[in-house]
């Protein structure tokens, strides 16, 4: 089962939540299950630039299933896979993408939040997907 539009209101709505709470408007993107857009919010104020990248952290969760920052190990220098964040039309490896697993541990879709400092994102990020847990 995919992330429904239920749930991608519920974390739409926490992470805005969260966002308000630290004063900083935020993009946020909810991704199904088979890296689709389910929902978007550019928050007033939100950087306009920041909405591909929020897009682009979804996008990168949902396709591999981990936190987006979990990747960088492959692509710094030194990693066993340079290049790698330039394939699937570019993947983000900095904190802001977290997957969203069902109660069995099975992937169902993804939130990627971008627009403040990457701790920022990261905490706002967490609050939706804990929302639906």
């Known amino acids: 089962m995919s992330v429904t539009q239920t749930q991608a209101d519920t974390a ?3 992470a805005r939540k969260a966002a308000d709470a630290i004063g900083v408007p935020m993009n946020i993107a909810v991704y199904d299950d088979g890296a689709n857009l389910k929902a978007f919010l550019r ?6 630039g920041s909405a591909d990248i929020a897009l682009n952290k979804a996008r990168t969760a949902a396709l591999f299933g981990f936190n987006t920052e979990a990747l960088y190990d492959f692509v710094k220098p030194g990693g066993t896979s340079p290049g790698f964040d330039r394939t699937n039309g570019g993947l983000i490896v900095f904190a802001g993408g977290v ?3 069902d109660a069995n541990g099975k992937l169902i879709g993804a939130v990627g939040v971008s627009g403040g400092m990457v701790d920022q994102d990261f905490e ?3 609050a939706a997907v804990a929302a639906l847990n």
């Open 43 to 48: 928050m007033d104020g939100a950087f306009l």
């Open 99 to 101: 997957p969203v697993k």
């Open 124 to 126: 706002v990020a967490t």
């Open 12 to 14: 739409i709505a926490a």
